[in-house]
């Protein structure tokens, strides 16, 4: 009789503590526990070029920029609670942080939107100097917090053609992550919109500048091609130009091909870091609560069949 008392007290016991961790999830309780997050500054070509149609991946845009926007949104929701994106633009030579590193969980709403309004008609120029804008992205970075990894993305055309190359004063490495190689390599029509969005045409040759600007912040190189008089202005992916650049600042390449393989570059262990965060521990308490449900009529079921 007693045995039977204890075993019924002993569940209804734990039935209690079962319903008390259900209902402690829905107030959402977080507990500071060490864990590898990621903190990052996503700064998106914005220039013309990004516009090209040249990605044929099933559920994803074809342009060049919305491309990269929704690999840059699918990437951050991969992302563990605790880490920080922030999101800026490039166009002609320099960066525009639209905002500081924030954190992904509780911030995510914000950074979807942001996102989404990122758009070509944002460029203040047209010109497009990838060189000195990856520099830019470098010198604000470590201006405002070294520790920040750098994403920047862009399919590293030179508009126009350059003859001269910026010097680069900074310490290769000091600013660590990726320069994202965005495009298709096979030369494409650059669309031409108006500032309604709609086509109006393609770029030609002729529609581009020929002379470029210099400072005594350059150094002379070999001359570049210069582009044809007549015909289309052609855009693609310029790889090598980016490789140099990855070799030059530090910062690792990587060609965006899907948005699994960017959030896997994103997430490589040297551009984690270890931090005490406010983490979620809803799936704990639901995971012990269902344990406790499921020994309760596990040992229900045991003693039925001695019985029997």
């Not at 864990?35 to 090209?52: C, E, G, L, P």
């Not at 309004?117 to 100097?129: L, P, Q, T, Y």
């Not at 201006?143 to 993305?153: E, G, H, N």
Request: glycine content about 4%; some cysteine; charged content about 25%.
């Amino acid at each position: 009789m007693k045995m039977r008392l204890f075993c019924r007290d002993w569940r209804a016991t734990t039935l209690l503590v079962a319903a008390v961790l259900v209902a402690w999830t829905f107030a959402e309780p977080k507990l500071p526990l060490p864990q590898q997050v990621y903190r990052y500054a996503f700064v998106v070509d914005v220039t013309q070029s990004m516009n090209v149609r040249d990605y044929h991946v099933d559920n994803m845009p074809p342009d060049r920029l919305n491309f990269a926007k929704e690999s840059i949104r699918q990437a951050v929701r991969e992302l563990p609670c605790g880490s920080e994106v922030g999101l800026g633009i490039f166009t002609t030579r320099s960066v525009q942080l639209l905002f500081e590193p924030i954190e992904v969980c509780e911030h995510l709403p914000v950074i979807d939107d942001v996102l989404a309004h990122i758009d070509w008609r944002m460029a203040w120029a047209a010109n497009s100097f990838i060189e000195q804008g990856i520099y830019a992205a470098i010198r604000d970075i470590k201006k405002r917090d070294p520790s920040v990894r750098l994403a920047f993305f862009t399919d590293g055309q030179e508009a126009p053609p350059q003859t001269i190359r910026p010097n680069f004063f900074e310490k290769p490495g000091e600013i660590a992550g990726l320069i994202v190689g965005v495009g298709g390599l096979q030369p494409t029509t650059v669309p031409k919109y108006d500032r309604e969005n709609r086509l109006i045409g393609y770029w030609e040759n002729t529609d581009i500048a020929q002379i470029p600007e210099s400072t005594t912040a350059y150094q002379t190189t070999e001359a570049a091609p210069r582009l044809p008089h007549e015909g289309y202005y052609l855009s693609w992916l310029d790889e090598n130009h980016l490789r140099e650049l990855s070799a030059t600042t530090g910062l690792r390449y990587h060609r965006l091909e899907t948005p699994q393989a960017l959030m896997e570059a994103l997430r490589a262990p040297e551009f984690a870091e270890r931090r005490t965060t406010w983490t979620d521990i809803r799936w704990l308490l639901g995971l012990a609560a269902l344990l406790l449900f499921a020994s309760v009529y596990l040992v229900a079921g045991d003693e039925s069949s001695k019985r029997v």
